[in-house]
């Protein structure tokens, strides 16, 4: 069974950053998509970007593309993500997801998603 642990959550002032961490353990098969999302209080959880495991392709919603990236340490089995210049809007508990399906960057349904983590929350002040 594929457990995700995320990490590096906090609360951080409008325009700082923030690097949250996914480990990957007990997987048996090898990774295609690894996906973010978060979710407000109130709202539905909400695509952020995904990266291709094998090639580290990424790809990211028009509200977080340039002040976040997704990169990946395949030796450590982590997944990352860094959020530059951040938004009171940023505010969210933010999920890391692993996919089985081919890496696409129409894969932005959580139900494209097998696996998950229990979140890390991200408190951004204004």
């Known amino acids: 069974q594929v457990q995700l642990v995320e990490s590096g959550g906090g609360l951080v002032q409008a325009g700082g950053s923030l690097r949250l961490s996914c480990a990957a353990s007990g997987r048996t098969f090898n990774s295609n998509t690894m996906g973010w999302f978060r979710q407000a209080p109130g709202r539905d959880r909400q695509f952020v970007g995904s990266?291709?495991?094998?090639?580290?392709?990424?790809y990211y919603v028009a509200s977080v593309e340039g002040r976040f990236t997704i990169s990946r340490d395949a030796a450590k089995d982590t997944t990352y993500l860094q959020m530059d210049s951040l938004r009171p809007e940023d505010t969210a508990k933010y999920y890391c997801?692993?996919?089985?399906?081919?890496?696409?960057?129409?894969?932005?349904?959580?139900?494209?998603?097998?696996?998950w983590g229990q979140g890390t929350q991200v408190t951004v002040s204004s």
């Open positions: 990266i291709d495991w094998r090639n580290s392709r990424s």
């Open positions: 997801a692993e996919s089985r399906m081919k890496f696409a960057s129409s894969n932005q349904d959580p139900i494209d998603y097998d696996y």
